[in-house]
């Protein structure tokens, strides 16, 4: 086994949540694109280019384990369709101009992710993750009564990674197999969806000669490229260290969508984000200490 390189595992990480945090520029860079053809062309582009790495990036074993416990291929079927849902909220948000929820919901997903396992595994919920839950909450209730509606956004894509990383859990299939496998299953339905829209860009021959074509030939390595970096850093990191990197990418999108694409930010969504961040504060001191005691 090769021996734990923190330096690497660092850079790596930080590798990772760079290119997603800085994803809303490449989207915006196909703004006149729908979003569902994005989605359609990255499953498509995500399938092709995973499955050529996988063929250098040995993960022996994989398939079989996959040929002797058939449930896990229906498992993945439903993560697949989980992560095609937030890829196209997230697509639609960031060509909508709704980074801003966009960011607020992956700062909610971790502790989204601690709410699942107390309600669907039954985990038991320590005293500061319950104020930190609390305080998410308070934070969405504030939005919702200073704004009047949900931020649909926000919790879409929160419920989405939740449910996903959940499921994914219940088959146990290395990050690059499970995602090839997943895209592969989609991949029926990005067909179908580009034969029942005929009037796409990406269905005419003409189109694969612009400069657009190119870019959503991109969201293959786009897709696979953080996935694999994140992968290696977690042989070099402990997980918690990877954990606390992840506010990294919200981060990214929130600077991105107030300092370079002009969102507004309104005082009751700052307030959300207050919230949110508190209960993250807190959420993170409890790791810690948790770290500490053990």
């Known amino acids: 086994m090769q021996a734990a390189n ?3 595992g660092y850079i ?3 590798t990772a949540y760079i290119i997603w945090g800085i994803f809303p ?9 729908p979003a569902a053809e994005i989605i359609v062309n990255r499953v498509l582009w995500s399938a092709l280019f995973g499955s050529l790495l996988l063929l250098f990036w040995k993960h022996p074993g994989w398939w079989q384990e996959l040929r002797d416990n058939p449930r896990r291929l229906g498992v993945l ?11 196209l909220t997230y697509v639609w948000a960031v060509n909508n101009d709704r980074m801003l929820e966009a960011s607020l919901g992956y700062y909610i997903n971790p502790l989204v992710n601690v709410l699942l396992g107390m309600l669907l595994l039954g985990e038991r919920l320590r005293r500061l993750q319950w104020l930190a839950v609390g305080l998410a909450a308070l934070g969405v209730g504030q939005q919702v009564w200073q704004v009047g509606s949900l931020p649909w956004v926000s919790l879409v894509l929160a419920l989405s990674f939740g449910f996903y990383g959940l499921i994914r859990k219940q088959a146990p299939v290395k990050a690059l197999p499970g995602l090839v496998v997943e895209t592969w299953i ?4 990005a ?3 580009l034969l029942m829209h ?9 189109f694969w000669s612009s400069k657009e074509a190119w870019l959503l030939v991109a969201a293959g390595p786009a897709t696979l490229i953080p996935l694999v970096s994140f992968n290696a850093a977690a042989r070099h990191l402990p997980y918690t260290t990877l954990g606390f990197m992840q506010y990294i990418a919200p981060t990214l999108v929130l600077i991105l969508a107030v300092w370079v694409f002009g969102e507004h930010l309104s005082e009751a ?3 959300a984000f207050m919230f949110i961040w508190a209960g993250l504060a807190i959420y993170t001191l409890d790791a810690v200490l948790t770290l500490r005691r053990g």
């Open 6 to 8: 923190p330096r690497r």
């Open 12 to 14: 790596l990480g930080l």
């Open 25 to 33: 520029l490449y989207f915006k860079l196909l703004a006149t694109v």
């Open 77 to 87: 079927a439903i993560s697949g369709l989980l992560i095609a849902v937030n890829w």
């Open 186 to 189: 989609l991949v029926p339905i």
């Open 191 to 193: 067909i179908g969806w």
């Open 198 to 206: 005929p009037e796409a860009n990406s269905a005419h021959t003409e």
């Open 269 to 271: 969504t700052l307030m």
